[in-house]
Protein backbone atom coordinates (compact mmCIF):
# COMPACT_ATOMS: atom_id res chain seq x y z
CA UNK A 1 0.00 0.00 0.00
CA UNK A 2 2.92 2.57 0.57
CA UNK A 3 4.96 1.83 -2.73
CA UNK A 4 1.80 2.44 -4.27
CA UNK A 5 1.48 5.79 -2.49
CA UNK A 6 4.38 6.44 -3.23
CA UNK A 7 4.08 5.32 -6.84
CA UNK A 8 0.82 7.74 -7.13
CA UNK A 9 3.89 10.35 -6.46
CA UNK A 10 5.55 10.14 -10.32
CA UNK A 11 6.45 6.67 -11.57
CA UNK A 12 9.81 7.86 -12.49
CA UNK A 13 10.64 10.25 -9.32
CA UNK A 14 9.96 7.63 -7.40
CA UNK A 15 11.80 4.73 -8.76
CA UNK A 16 14.63 7.18 -9.40
CA UNK A 17 14.09 7.67 -4.88
CA UNK A 18 14.37 4.74 -4.31
CA UNK A 19 17.57 3.82 -6.93
CA UNK A 20 19.07 6.62 -4.52
CA UNK A 21 18.46 4.82 -1.77
CA UNK A 22 20.01 1.80 -2.78
CA UNK A 23 23.09 3.31 -4.24
CA UNK A 24 23.43 5.85 -1.74
CA UNK A 25 23.40 2.91 0.95
CA UNK A 26 26.24 1.03 -1.06
CA UNK A 27 28.60 3.74 -1.08
CA UNK A 28 27.94 4.46 2.80
CA UNK A 29 28.89 1.01 3.50
CA UNK A 30 32.05 0.71 0.73
CA UNK A 31 33.37 3.90 2.48
CA UNK A 32 32.54 2.71 5.91
CA UNK A 33 34.69 -0.74 5.29
CA UNK A 34 37.41 0.47 3.63
CA UNK A 35 40.84 2.29 4.56
CA UNK A 36 41.42 5.73 3.25
CA UNK A 37 44.66 7.40 3.12
CA UNK A 38 42.94 10.49 4.64
CA UNK A 39 40.44 10.22 6.86
CA UNK A 40 39.23 13.62 5.96
CA UNK A 41 38.06 12.89 3.25
CA UNK A 42 36.44 9.78 4.36
CA UNK A 43 34.51 11.97 6.86
CA UNK A 44 33.19 14.21 4.47
CA UNK A 45 32.27 11.16 2.20
CA UNK A 46 30.38 9.36 5.31
CA UNK A 47 28.44 12.74 6.07
CA UNK A 48 27.54 13.34 2.64
CA UNK A 49 26.17 9.16 1.89
CA UNK A 50 24.34 9.56 5.65
CA UNK A 51 23.08 12.88 5.36
CA UNK A 52 21.36 12.44 1.98
CA UNK A 53 20.29 8.61 2.70
CA UNK A 54 18.40 9.75 5.66
CA UNK A 55 17.34 13.04 4.06
CA UNK A 56 15.84 11.21 1.13
CA UNK A 57 14.44 8.60 3.27
CA UNK A 58 12.83 11.66 5.25
CA UNK A 59 11.30 12.85 1.77
CA UNK A 60 9.98 9.78 1.00
CA UNK A 61 8.12 9.26 4.14
CA UNK A 62 6.56 12.63 4.38
CA UNK A 63 5.51 12.15 0.41
CA UNK A 64 3.78 8.67 1.23
CA UNK A 65 2.28 10.00 4.08
CA UNK A 66 0.59 13.23 2.47
CA UNK A 67 2.67 15.56 4.49
CA UNK A 68 2.64 17.99 1.83
CA UNK A 69 -0.57 18.71 0.72
CA UNK A 70 -0.20 19.72 -2.75
CA UNK A 71 1.47 23.27 -1.69
CA UNK A 72 4.24 24.27 -3.70
CA UNK A 73 6.26 25.34 -0.80
CA UNK A 74 7.29 21.29 -0.53
CA UNK A 75 8.17 21.76 -4.41
CA UNK A 76 10.74 24.01 -3.61
CA UNK A 77 12.27 22.25 -0.88
CA UNK A 78 12.67 19.13 -2.95
CA UNK A 79 14.26 20.94 -5.92
CA UNK A 80 16.52 22.77 -3.22
CA UNK A 81 17.07 19.80 -1.28
CA UNK A 82 17.99 17.78 -4.73
CA UNK A 83 20.10 19.93 -6.13
CA UNK A 84 22.28 20.41 -2.63
CA UNK A 85 22.77 16.63 -2.54
CA UNK A 86 23.80 16.60 -6.36
CA UNK A 87 26.49 19.23 -5.10
CA UNK A 88 27.45 17.48 -2.30
CA UNK A 89 27.46 14.23 -3.73
CA UNK A 90 29.79 15.34 -6.73
CA UNK A 91 32.35 16.91 -4.28
CA UNK A 92 31.97 13.29 -2.49
CA UNK A 93 32.70 11.47 -5.20
CA UNK A 94 35.91 13.50 -6.49
CA UNK A 95 37.38 13.46 -3.17
CA UNK A 96 36.16 9.55 -3.03
CA UNK A 97 38.01 9.22 -5.99
CA UNK A 98 41.27 11.07 -5.35
CA UNK A 99 41.67 9.18 -2.02
CA UNK A 100 41.13 6.08 -4.30
CA UNK A 101 44.14 7.44 -7.05
CA UNK A 102 46.83 7.72 -4.33
CA UNK A 103 46.23 4.36 -2.35
CA UNK A 104 50.16 4.00 -1.72
CA UNK A 105 52.10 0.94 -0.42
CA UNK A 106 50.83 -0.65 3.11
CA UNK A 107 47.44 -1.26 1.39
CA UNK A 108 46.01 -4.15 0.36
CA UNK A 109 44.23 -4.55 -3.38
CA UNK A 110 41.11 -5.51 -1.47
CA UNK A 111 41.29 -2.12 0.22
CA UNK A 112 42.24 -0.31 -3.43
CA UNK A 113 38.74 -2.44 -4.86
CA UNK A 114 36.37 -1.45 -2.43
CA UNK A 115 37.35 2.29 -2.86
CA UNK A 116 36.99 2.04 -6.77
CA UNK A 117 33.49 0.50 -5.84
CA UNK A 118 32.57 3.19 -3.77
CA UNK A 119 34.01 5.73 -6.72
CA UNK A 120 31.79 4.26 -8.89
CA UNK A 121 28.87 3.55 -6.87
CA UNK A 122 29.01 7.39 -5.73
CA UNK A 123 28.82 8.45 -9.18
CA UNK A 124 25.69 6.70 -9.97
CA UNK A 125 24.44 8.26 -6.93
CA UNK A 126 25.31 11.75 -8.43
CA UNK A 127 24.28 11.07 -11.29
CA UNK A 128 20.87 9.54 -9.89
CA UNK A 129 20.74 13.10 -7.94
CA UNK A 130 21.12 15.43 -10.80
CA UNK A 131 18.53 13.87 -12.68
CA UNK A 132 15.92 14.11 -10.10
CA UNK A 133 17.30 17.30 -9.56
CA UNK A 134 16.23 18.38 -13.22
CA UNK A 135 12.86 16.95 -12.96
CA UNK A 136 12.20 18.70 -9.82
CA UNK A 137 13.47 21.75 -10.98
CA UNK A 138 11.17 21.27 -14.20
CA UNK A 139 8.15 20.55 -11.65
CA UNK A 140 9.03 23.89 -9.67
CA UNK A 141 9.38 26.10 -13.20
CA UNK A 142 6.06 24.64 -13.40
CA UNK A 143 4.35 25.59 -10.50
Not at 53 to 74: D, M, N, R
Not at 75 to 90: K, N, P, Q, S
Request: charged share 10%; with cysteine; proline share 2%.
Amino acid sequence: MLLRQAAQRTPVKTVVSLTQQVFGGLVWILVASSLVPWPLIQGWVMFVSVFCFVATTTLIVLYIIGAHGGETSWVTLDAAYHCTAALFYLSASVLEALAAITIQEGFIYRHYHENIAAVVFSYVATLLYVVHAVFSLIRWKSS
